[in-house]
C-alpha cells in the first residue's frame, strides 16, 4: 500500500521557467494538502484541494502559484516564472475525507525546487 | 489565532543524554490536537504522536515521552538516553477540531553527538 508520492524529489529551475510538482495521494485518499518549507522555517500550509475542487487556499501566494486535483491523475502544484524566493521544500499530504487534519495526515516525501 | 513557539532553535548533546524539546501553543479552540514530527538529514517528515485537548495523560513510547500541560499550553517532548539516530529537527504541530490545516512551529535542531 504505497504512501503519498510526490515527484520529481529535487527539480532545479532557472529564474522565469515554470515548475510542476506533482503529488499522488494514498489509494482511496481524495483530499490533498500542499505545505511549503523555506529554509529553515517551518512549515506553511498553502492550499487544501479535493477532486476538481479547492477547499482552502488561503496560503497560496496571490500571483503565479496555482494547484489543481484533476478527476484522474495526481494533484499538480504549479509555479510560473519562478524567482529565487521560492527556493524551498513543498510537501503533500493526502486524506480520504474532511477534517482529517485532526489526525495528523501523512506526508510524501517532498519535491525540493531550485531556483538558479 | 492559532501559534506554535519552539523557543529552541538548537540543541546539541552527547549521546545517552536525556533531552527535552519545548512546545507552546496559542489557540481559542476548545477541541484542538498537538503533534510531534521528526524530519531526518533526509529530509521526509516522520509522524511521532498526536494528542487531543481533552487528554492530558502523558504518553511513552520507549525513549520518547511527552508532556502535555494545558494549564501552560506545552506540549513538550522529551528523549531519554538520546542516539546519534535522533539528529533531526523536530516540528510541534497544532491543529482544530475541523480544520485541515496544521500550523507548525519553526522546529529545533538536535544535534546528538557520539
Known amino acids: 500500500n504505497a504512501g503519498v508520492m510526490q515527484n520529481p524529489r529535487h527539480l532545479v529551475r532557472r529564474r522565469g521557467q515554470e515548475a510542476r510538482l506533482r503529488c499522488s495521494p494514498m489509494?482511496?485518499?481524495?483530499?490533498v494538502y500542499w505545505y511549503r518549507q523555506l529554509p529553515e522555517e517551518g512549515l506553511k500550509f498553502m492550499v487544501y484541494?479535493?477532486?476538481?475542487?479547492?477547499?482552502?487556499e488561503s496560503g497560496m501566494p496571490k500571483e503565479r502559484f496555482s494547484a489543481e486535483f484533476p478527476k484522474e491523475g495526481p494533484s499538480i502544484l504549479r509555479i510560473q516564472q519562478v524567482v529565487r524566493g521560492d527556493s524551498a521544500a513543498y510537501f503533500c499530504?493526502?486524506?480520504?475525507?474532511?477534517?482529517?487534519?485532526?489526525?495528523?495526515?501523512?506526508f510524501g516525501s517532498g519535491t525540493r525546487l531550485t531556483v538558479v | 489565532a492559532q501559534k506554535v513557539t519552539q523557543a529552541q532553535t538548537e540543541i546539541s548533546v552527547v549521546e545517552k543524554e536525556d533531552v527535552t524539546l519545548d512546545c507552546v501553543y496559542e489557540?481559542?479552540?476548545?477541541?484542538?490536537?498537538l503533534f510531534w514530527y521528526k524530519q531526518p538529514p533526509s529530509g521526509e517528515l516522520v509522524f511521532l504522536i498526536r494528542?487531543?485537548?481533552?487528554?492530558?495523560q502523558n504518553e511513552i513510547s520507549g525513549r520518547y515521552s511527552w508532556n502535555f500541560q494545558k494549564s501552560t499550553s506545552s506540549f513538550n517532548f522529551t528523549i531519554t538516553a538520546s542516539q546519534v539516530v535522533d539528529s533531526a529537527v523536530y516540528f510541534c504541530?497544532?491543529?482544530?477540531?475541523?480544520?485541515?490545516?496544521?500550523?507548525f512551529g519553526t522546529g529545533t535542531r538536535l544535534q546528538v553527538f557520539p
Open positions: 499530504a493526502s486524506s480520504p475525507d474532511l477534517g482529517q487534519g485532526r489526525y495528523g495526515y501523512t
Open positions: 489509494k482511496g485518499h481524495s483530499h
Open positions: 484541494l479535493q477532486k476538481e475542487n479547492i477547499i482552502d
Open positions: 489557540t481559542r479552540d476548545t477541541t484542538y490536537y
Open positions: 494528542r487531543n485537548s481533552f487528554d492530558e
Open positions: 504541530a497544532l491543529s482544530g477540531y475541523n480544520t485541515d490545516k496544521l500550523i
